[in-house]
């Protein structure tokens, strides 16, 4: 069965930063992970989920993309050695506060994980 696994959260002061970890695992990401496309997400309290940021790959190589809210402030990095999607983001703030996810970056989603949580505060 396909899994996803997030980890890395915690509380974060305001204008600090994080490191967020996500382990796929199952059959379909047995081999050839750097051909998934793999996204992040995020849900703020009382809010839906939101994307973040995505990479996938194409015959013109792979690309980075993010929300306009992150932007310049996060960088997703891949290993697809170890199947693992990273996100790092910087210069946080409350509006940051979410549990966050990963998944496909197409309309097909994997079984959602736990999430792991970002506090901003204080």
């Known amino acids: 069965q396909d899994q996803l696994v997030e980890s890395g959260g915690g509380l974060v002061q305001p204008l600090g930063s994080m490191s967020l970890s996500c382990a796929a695992s199952?059959?379909?990401?047995?081999?050839?992970?750097?051909?998934?496309?793999m996204a992040w997400f995020r849900q703020a309290p009382g809010k839906e989920r939101q994307f973040v940021a995505a990479?996938?790959?194409?015959?013109?190589?792979?690309?980075?993309y993010y929300a306009p809210s992150v932007e310049g402030r996060a960088t997703l990095v891949r290993d697809n050695a170890k199947n693992t999607v990273y996100l790092q983001m910087n210069n946080l703030g409350p509006e940051d506060t979410a549990i966050y996810y990963c998944?496909?970056?197409?309309?097909?989603?994997?079984?959602w994980g736990q999430g792991t949580r970002v506090t901003v505060s204080s």
């Open positions: 199952g059959p379909t990401f047995s081999a050839n992970f750097r051909t998934y496309g």
């Open positions: 990479s996938n790959s194409d015959w013109r190589g792979e690309r980075t």
């Open positions: 998944n496909s970056d197409g309309r097909f989603k994997y079984p």
